[in-house]
């Protein structure tokens, strides 16, 4: 009896902790979705003044994958942009084509969301290390790049 009532018990806990991961995973894609939305609705804003974004000799065009640290999780979209820097797409899921890889937290997406000219809150945020640019796995070219880019930004951002 004492045996039956034990794994009635754990059962029972079991459940209400996948329950519990269920809603936390729901409400974690919940919150990428409205990050997602708010990127969206940002692009028009950044795309106007794309001509912010000097990143000095350096050009983004082509296809990134964004890694948007959120808690304990991280939510993944892709980003293709042109040689003037403007965002010709933008992708809720990772590409396997991106040459890039660009990683930051999701405090500072809503800032740029946030702001007034979101393309030069995107310069600032790369030459403060808050959003830092890097090769995608499998790029070794792309990692080279931007391992030097990287520690002589300082001097043309």
């Known amino acids: 009896m004492i045996l039956a009532v034990a794994v009635l018990l754990a059962g029972a806990l079991a459940g209400v902790a996948v329950a519990q991961s269920d809603d936390g995973a729901a409400a974690q894609a919940d919150d990428g979705d409205d990050l997602y939305e708010s990127l969206e609705e940002m692009v028009p804003a950044y795309n ?34 042109d040689r003037q820097n403007r965002i010709t797409d933008l992708d809720d899921s990772r590409s396997e084509d991106a040459r890039r890889k660009i990683t930051t937290d999701r405090e500072t997406v809503e800032e740029l969301v946030a702001a007034d000219n979101p393309a030069a809150a995107f310069r600032n945020a790369v030459a403060a290390d808050d959003i830092v640019i890097t090769g995608e796995a499998g790029r070794p070219v792309e990692r080279v790049k931007w391992t030097v880019i990287n520690a002589v930004k300082g001097f043309f951002i």
């Open 48 to 81: 106007e003044n794309a001509d912010s974004v000097d990143l000095g000799p350096v050009n983004l065009a082509g296809t990134s994958n964004i890694y948007i640290q959120d808690g304990s999780s991280e939510v993944t979209y892709s980003i293709t942009m």
